[in-house]
């Protein structure tokens, strides 16, 4: 290869250092290249906002009927009853589902059909009654309305309660020995009727709900029209004390089944009839593997209850034969 001669050379070399491409040696190294852009989060799926769930109701001793709407728990179901007939939330005692009659069977809970007409019982006759307890047991299950009233939801016949002609099922109790229960909730009634002593009179201020008379034959029956409705006969309105209702699939067999005996098992524990704490028991007892898992989740949910822990494992049992088929 032919040499170019020294003064070329150096020629070469300041060209290149005035035109800025010559590099040092730490220039030379290579670099990373750029990161690529942030890729654009992902688009949500578009929100459809659902049918607004809308209610026929009426009061259970005779009214027109009115529509209901935009509640996610009793005390505002009852509110929005209230609001529609002109009346106090107050005046409300309890509802039923679909029969305007005084029918525990019937007692809304927590939940509602979708296609479920309301009734609702509104305070009717005062009275008093005093009770002499010849036995332990009064004779009566207790339940509440979820919004501050216990009632009477079973007497069990020929007990001390049963031969007291005057209280009916559907009283609410209002006060024991003129001490006011409102806003007490039914078990902490059971418990208090629980603690009277035999041989000793106290005094019962029951409220009955109002009655029907020639009113009934002028019922009206709900318009046919599915406005505002999801017509699905497989889905409920779940109503909880905390958070927003939820609308949600029936019950399966397992979970009415276990439902059914655990609300038993309350009302032979505890003197009441409650077929929503029944539910929240059996969800969340349904997918534990034992008794420790469910007795902690069952705290963290209900914790002011305070089960007794035999009542616990009796529970775990029922939910445990349930599921299995032995019952």
């Given at each position: 290869?032919?040499?170019?001669?020294e003064?070329?050379?150096?020629?070469?070399?300041?060209?290149?250092?005035q035109?800025?491409?010559a590099?040092?040696?730490?220039?030379?190294?290579?670099?990373?290249?750029?990161?690529?852009?942030?890729?654009?989060?992902p688009?949500?799926?578009?929100?459809?906002?659902?049918?607004?769930?809308?209610?026929h109701?009426?009061?259970a001793?005779?009214?027109?009927?009115?529509?209901i709407?935009?509640?996610?728990?009793?005390?505002?179901?009852?509110?929005?009853i209230?609001?529609?007939?002109?009346?106090?939330?107050s005046?409300?005692?309890?509802?039923?589902?679909?029969s305007?009659?005084v029918?525990?069977?019937?007692?809304?809970?927590?939940?509602?059909?979708?296609e479920d007409?309301?009734?609702?019982?509104?305070?009717?006759?005062?009275?008093?009654?005093?009770?002499?307890?010849?036995?332990?047991?009064?004779?009566?299950?207790?339940?509440?309305?979820?919004?501050?009233y216990?009632?009477?939801?079973?007497?069990?016949?020929?007990?001390t309660?049963?031969?007291?002609?005057?209280?009916?099922?559907?009283?609410?109790?209002?006060?024991i020995?003129?001490?006011?229960?409102?806003?007490?909730r039914?078990?902490?009634?059971a418990?208090?009727?629980?603690?009277?002593?035999?041989?000793?009179?106290?005094?019962?201020?029951?409220?009955?709900?109002?009655?029907?008379?020639d009113?009934?034959?002028?019922?009206?029956?709900?318009?046919?029209?599915?406005?505002g409705?999801?017509?699905?006969?497989?889905e409920?309105?779940?109503?909880?004390?905390?958070?927003?209702?939820?609308?949600?699939?029936?019950?399966?067999?397992?979970?009415?089944r276990?439902?059914?005996?655990?609300d038993?098992?309350?009302?032979s524990y505890?003197?009441?009839?409650?077929?929503?704490?029944?539910t929240?028991?059996?969800?969340a007892?349904?997918?534990?593997?034992?008794?420790?898992?469910?007795?902690?989740?069952?705290?963290?949910?209900l914790?002011?209850?305070a089960?007794?822990?035999?009542?616990?494992?009796?529970?775990?049992g029922?939910?445990?034969?349930?599921?299995?088929?032995?019952?």
């Amino acid at each position: 290869m032919r040499e170019l001669p020294e003064a070329q050379v150096t020629q070469l070399k300041l060209g290149l250092m005035q035109t800025g491409e010559a590099m040092s040696p730490q220039d030379s190294k290579p670099t990373a290249p750029p990161l690529p852009p942030p890729s654009p989060p992902p688009a949500e799926p578009p929100e459809y906002p659902r049918p607004k769930l809308i209610f026929h109701t009426q009061l259970a001793h005779g009214s027109p009927t009115g529509r209901i709407h935009g509640f996610t728990n009793v005390k505002e179901l009852y509110a929005k009853i209230a609001e529609v007939f002109n009346i106090s939330p107050s005046e409300i005692l309890f509802c039923t589902l679909n029969s305007h009659k005084v029918d525990m069977q019937k007692l809304l809970g927590g939940q509602i059909g979708l296609e479920d007409f309301i009734f609702a019982h509104v305070r009717g006759e005062t009275k008093e009654v005093e009770v002499t307890k010849t036995e332990d047991a009064l004779g009566l299950t207790i339940t509440d309305n979820g919004a501050g009233y216990a009632f009477i939801k079973r007497i069990k016949e020929g007990s001390t309660i049963d031969r007291l002609k005057t209280v009916c099922v559907g009283d609410h109790i209002e006060a024991i020995n003129d001490q006011s229960i409102v806003g007490c909730r039914h078990y902490e009634v059971a418990k208090m009727l629980k603690e009277q002593p035999r041989g000793v009179p106290f005094t019962l201020r029951l409220v009955g709900p109002k009655k029907a008379f020639d009113m009934i034959g002028m019922r009206t029956r709900a318009p046919k029209s599915n406005e505002g409705k999801m017509v699905n006969g497989k889905e409920t309105l779940r109503l909880r004390s905390k958070g927003s209702a939820t609308v949600q699939e029936v019950q399966n067999e397992f979970e009415e089944r276990a439902t059914k005996k655990v609300d038993d098992l309350l009302e032979s524990y505890m003197g009441i009839r409650d077929l929503e704490l029944a539910t929240t028991i059996v969800e969340a007892g349904k997918d534990k593997k034992n008794p420790d898992d469910f007795a902690e989740a069952l705290d963290s949910v209900l914790g002011d209850f305070a089960f007794p822990d035999v009542f616990l494992f009796d529970v775990w049992g029922a939910i445990g034969d349930v599921k299995n088929g032995r019952i």
